[in-house]
């Protein structure tokens, strides 16, 4: 079984920083396909940031050079430093872990983010 756990949220004033931080358990695969995705009330779910399949780093054009993606692969966490944070950014934050070559992935249950203005 893969266990995967968002924590971190909360609420927070305009301006203000957070940082979620997300545990994936698992023995079965090796994770290289780390993510966060979001999806404010009434719109679709989208990526916020995440790591490709060489490791480098992806960011949604409205996050960059607020919000930083970083992991510990030994530990198997990944984590989302967010800052400057917009009322825009408020939205149920989701990780995504899985495994490129197998083409698997798995979703945590999400964690709320509410951006107060």
């Known amino acids: 079984q893969v266990q995967v756990a968002e924590s971190g949220g909360g609420l927070v004033q305009n301006g203000g920083s957070l940082r979620l931080s997300c545990a994936a358990s698992t023995m079965l695969f090796s994770i290289d396909l780390m993510a966060w995705h979001r999806q404010a009330p009434g719109k679709q779910r989208e990526l916020v940031a995440g790591y490709t399949s060489d490791g480098s780093t992806v960011y949604a054009d409205s996050v960059k050079g607020r919000f930083t993606i970083s992991r510990d692969n030994a530990k198997n966490m990944v984590y989302l430093q967010m800052n400057s944070l917009k009322p825009e950014d408020t939205a149920v934050y989701y990780c995504?872990?899985?495994?490129?070559?197998?083409?698997?992935?798995?979703w945590g249950k999400g964690t709320l983010v509410t951006v107060s203005s």
């Open positions: 995504n872990v899985g495994n490129y070559l197998n083409g698997i992935n798995y």
